[in-house]
C-alpha cells in the first residue's frame, strides 16, 4: 500500500494567531456605525470564531440589511489594517514545524475570508508551513466551517484525515460534518468547557500538547 501523508487542519483565529484586538476594534466600529451601544465583552468575546454574518445576526439580534450594514462596516474596517493586529501563540510555530518534520500535510480551514485569511498568515510568517488556505468567501456563500472543511478535504485527497485543530465549537461541528474529529486548542478563546461540550475528542491546553493527541487519534 503506497503511504498517505497524514492531513491536519488548522483553524486559524483563536488557533494559530490571537486576532482579537484587530477583530473587537472592528466589531466596535461595526455597531457604532448602526447606532448600537458599545459592546460587552462577552458579546466581543462570542465574535471570534463564528462567520461574520451569523455572528452579528446571533450575537446582536440583527436581521436582513442590517447584518450586510454590519459586515460592510467592519470589514471596510479590518480590511483597512485591523486585520494585520495579530499576534501568533507562542508554541505555534515550533508545533508546526514538528507536524511537517514528521511528514504531515498542514491545511487551514477557517470562516475568515479566504484572502484576509492568507493575508494574515503572510504577515505573521506562517504561510508556508501550509499546503493550502481554505475560507469563507466575500459574498458570504461559503462561511460555514463544515464548508471550509469540506475544501480542505477535496484539495488533497492524497492524504490520510487525521483531525482538525480548533478552538471554538464551531470547529468541533464542522468537522464532524465530515466524520472528522476535533482536537481543541485550550488555549484560544473558546476555552476547555465550550470545547469539551461540542464534542471535542481531545483537548491541548497548549500549542506543544497537540502532537500527542493527534497520534493518540491516529494510533
Known amino acids: ?29 461595526a455597531a457604532a456605525g448602526l447606532g448600537l451601544p458599545p459592546p460587552t465583552p462577552a458579546q466581543l468575546r462570542a465574535m471570534v ?27 471596510a474596517h ?5 486585520l494585520l493586529d495579530v499576534a501568533v501563540y507562542d508554541g505555534v510555530p515550533g508545533l508546526l514545524r ?16 479566504q484572502p484576509f485569511a492568507v ?8 504561510l508556508r508551513a501550509f499546503a493550502s488556505v481554505h475560507g469563507a468567501t466575500l459574498d458570504g456563500a461559503v462561511r460555514h ?3 471550509v472543511v469540506a475544501a ?24 464532524a460534518a465530515h466524520g472528522l474529529p476535533c ?15 461540542a464534542g471535542a475528542a481531545a483537548v491541548a491546553a497548549l500549542p506543544g500538547d497537540v502532537p500527542a493527541a493527534l497520534a493518540a487519534l491516529d494510533g
Open 1 to 29: 500500500m503506497p503511504y498517505r501523508p497524514s492531513l491536519v487542519l488548522f483553524d486559524l483565529d483563536g488557533t494559530l494567531v490571537d486576532s482579537t484586538p484587530g477583530i473587537w476594534d472592528s466589531v466596535r466600529v
Open 49 to 75: 470564531g463564528p462567520p461574520l454574518q451569523d455572528g452579528f445576526a446571533t450575537v446582536f439580534g440583527l436581521r436582513g440589511a442590517d447584518v450586510h450594514r454590519a459586515v460592510t462596516a467592519y470589514r
Open 78 to 82: 479590518y480590511s483597512a489594517g485591523a
Open 98 to 113: 514538528d507536524l511537517r518534520a514528521g511528514g504531515a500535510v498542514l491545511a487551514v480551514a477557517t470562516s475568515k475570508p
Open 119 to 126: 493575508r494574515v498568515l503572510s504577515h505573521v510568517g506562517l
Open 145 to 147: 466551517k463544515d464548508q
Open 152 to 175: 480542505a478535504l477535496a484539495a488533497h485527497p492524497a492524504a490520510r484525515p487525521v483531525a482538525l485543530v480548533g478552538d471554538r465549537e464551531h470547529d468541533v461541528l464542522g468537522a
Open 183 to 197: 482536537v481543541g486548542a485550550g488555549w484560544g478563546p473558546g476555552g476547555p468547557a465550550e470545547l469539551t461540550a
